[in-house]
């Protein structure tokens, strides 16, 4: 993956991030743990776009390597693996919420709650702040 | 590429989103225009991460599809035919800043250019709205 990277850097800061975590998948996974809080393999297995189990193993590994992710054991049970957002992780925040944003706007089936995003349009900053403050919390 | 897209439909806006442009490539093509002010096939394929053909073919109908980008003769050139974002598409336009911020943040070899990054943290909004207003002018 590193390579592949490599291969394709431009020097482009778009080019860069869709490099890094631009994959579909990669990115339900970084939603996953940023707004359903999800931490385990097997509760990102329950998202509704049912993820494959060869390309969560693959995007995880990939999120690992690109440090967007950090996996550890949980303290409570030591056979099952954690999976957090690093500091880099947790600044994608902004990203998803424009996307948020941008679908509650266009999509007219959305299930974008009402309440969610009128907290956004009063006060974006804080929407993230305390988004990122919840990962953070949690580690 | 419709009935992929219903396939997938979740409700969920950031599923949304990556279902109508989260493709690698078609953020590239929405980035060319916005930024680059490209708008002409050719222009797209000059670009550094040199989009194969048949791919720039396929991306470009899914974003018309999606009503993300218009496609319109050149009115100096017939034989031309150009390519601009609609509003729709034009409002990838804070994702898309989202998107160098966190490049600029975490890329050691990014070539942001420092004063644009200076002019987004000044004034993120008055930012994105000089890069709309310069995709509307295009029209």
New interface residues.
Partial sequence: MVKKNKA?????????????F???WS??IV?DIL?KGYQTYSEFQLS??KIATNILRDRLRELEEFGIITKSKDPTNGRRVLYKLTP?GA??A???I??????????P????KESTLKKIENDKEGFINDLKARVKQDK
Same sequence: chains 1, 2.
């Avoid at 394709?8 to 800061?13: F, I, L, S, V, Y």
């Avoid at 089936?109 to 974008?112: R, W």
Wanted: hydrophobic share 35%; aromatic share 8%; net charge negative.
């Fill in positions: 394709r850097c431009t020097g482009c800061p778009i080019s860069y991030a869709l490099d890094t631009g994959d579909r990115l339900l939603r707004i509704d776009e880099k600044d994608i902004p990203l998803i424009e996307m948020v944003r941008w679908s509650a706007k266009y999509d089936d959305t299930l974008a």
